[in-house]
């Protein structure tokens, strides 16, 4: 069973940039997974930012194109997420998750009912 744990929230001014990481480890293959970036605001819904499937290519919902950049180190079992550019929208709880890469994944790769496994989430907290 995987565990992931992900790291690099925080603070920061509206236009900085945060890299989030999410460390996977245990019964995983790391480079064979389907992964994404989740995140959570208060009294919202949770919605997918980005993902990224066991070749590399990246999905991500039209309204972050060109301010997140979703990447995995396979020799590190790390996933990583890259936000410049960030807005007070932007705060909210990150979680990053995992799947099988079945074919409803590639559908469905950014929202959350397509994941198996989650962390337990960072703080992102934009301010203006």
């Known amino acids: 069973q995987v565990q992931l744990v992900e790291s690099g929230g925080g603070s920061v001014e509206a236009g900085g940039s945060l890299r989030l990481s999410c460390a996977a480890s245990?019964?995983?293959?790391?480079?064979?997974?389907?992964m994404g970036w989740f995140r959570q605001a208060p009294g919202k819904e949770r919605e997918g930012v980005a993902a990224?499937?066991?070749?590399?290519?990246?999905f991500y919902p039209d309204s972050l194109k060109g301010r997140f950049t979703i990447s995995k180190d396979n020799g590190k079992n790390t996933l990583y997420l890259q936000m410049d550019n960030l807005r007070p929208e932007d705060t909210a709880v990150y979680y990053c998750?995992?799947?099988?890469?079945?074919?409803?994944?590639?559908?469905?790769?950014?929202?959350?009912?397509?994941?198996?496994?989650w962390g337990q989430g960072t703080q992102v907290t934009v301010s203006s």
């Open positions: 990224i499937e066991r070749g590399g290519r990246a």
């Open positions: 245990g019964h995983t293959s790391f480079s064979t997974m389907c």
């Open positions: 998750a995992s799947a099988i890469c079945t074919p409803a994944w590639y559908i469905s790769s950014l929202n959350p009912s397509a994941s198996t496994a």
